[in-house]
């Protein structure tokens, strides 16, 4: 069973910076790929940025160019940076472990899912908060 933990979320000005930690247990990472979403009151949770084994990335369009998603397999923890942080970044953010199956699309190759429903494992999440 796969478990995750995440850290780092804290309350920033605007232009700040924060770099969220999860932790992963019983995580294989030759068949999975790894996640990071955040949800905000009245809104769907949404996929803000994905990695697999391979560091092939994939981001939503309002984060590219200020966040990077990272990892160190040697201690199963994934990280994502954020930078120049917005009001609009403000959100519960979770990591997500994702188990590739024969049947899954050929594409998550070189692109990993940000869909919500492609992924099986789920932290407890962290607050980012954005206010100045």
């Known amino acids: 069973q796969v478990h995750l933990v995440e850290s780092g979320g804290d309350s920033v000005q605007p232009g700040g910076s924060l770099r969220l930690s999860c932790t992963a247990s019983?995580?294989?990472?030759?068949?999975?790929?790894m996640g990071w979403f955040r949800q905000s009151p009245g809104k769907e949770r949404e996929g803000v940025a994905s990695?697999?084994?391979?560091?092939?990335?994939n981001y939503i369009d309002s984060v590219k160019g200020r966040f990077t998603v990272s990892q160190d397999m040697s201690k199963d923890t994934f990280f994502l940076e954020m930078n120049n942080l917005q009001p609009d970044d403000t959100a519960m953010y979770y990591c997500?472990?994702?188990?590739?199956?024969?049947?899954?699309?050929?594409?998550?190759?070189?692109?990993?899912?940000?869909?919500?429903?492609?992924?099986?494992?789920w932290g407890q999440g962290t607050q980012v908060t954005v206010s100045s």
């Open positions: 997500a472990a994702g188990i590739r199956a024969p049947s899954s699309p050929l594409r998550w190759l070189l692109v990993p899912p940000l869909g919500v429903d492609d992924y099986q494992h």
């Open positions: 990695l697999n084994a391979d560091d092939r990335t």
């Open positions: 019983g995580y294989t990472h030759s068949n999975s790929y």
